[in-house]
Nanobody, 126 residues
Framework: QVQLVESGGGLVQAGGSLSVSCAAS????????IGWFRQAPGKEREFVAA????????HYSDSVKGRFTISRNNARNTVYLQMSSLKPDDTAVYYC???????????????????WGQGTQVTVSS
């Protein structure tokens, strides 16, 4: 089992940058694939990025590709999401999620993940 805690959200102007973190705790916390999702008011939760623990492979949604970077520090059991060129449409609560093994390989599906953090608010002003 793993516990996840997000941090680093806040308010930023459009075009700016912000980094959010996901700290994992638990006996084998560094052996989980981690995904970032976000949910804006009135919208469904959507996939943002994911990183595997096996080989560090990364995946991004088309909406953030080229602007966001996901990375992990296994020694610190922490995954980072560095966001740049932020847009007002990026405003949402950002959640990290974890799973030890993808059931179908669909890293972009929120139902693939077993554990979730409480979320951190990111607000981008225009």
């Amino acid at each position: 089992q793993v516990q996840l805690v997000e941090s680093g959200g806040g308010l930023v102007q459009a075009g700016g940058s912000l980094s959010v973190s996901c700290a994992a705790s638990g006996r084998t916390a560094n052996r989980y694939h981690i995904g970032w999702f976000r949910q804006a008011p009135g919208k469904e939760r959507e996939f943002v990025a994911a990183i595997t623990w096996t080989d560090g492979s990364t995946h991004y949604s088309d909406s953030v590709k080229g602007r966001f970077t996901i990375s992990r520090n296994n020694a610190r059991n922490t995954v980072y999401l560095q966001m740049s060129s932020l847009k007002p449409d990026d405003t949402a609560v950002y959640y990290c999620a974890a799973v030890s093994k993808y059931r179908s390989g669909s890293y972009y599906r929120d139902d693939e993940y077993d554990y979730w953090g409480q979320g951190t608010q990111v607000t981008v002003s225009s």
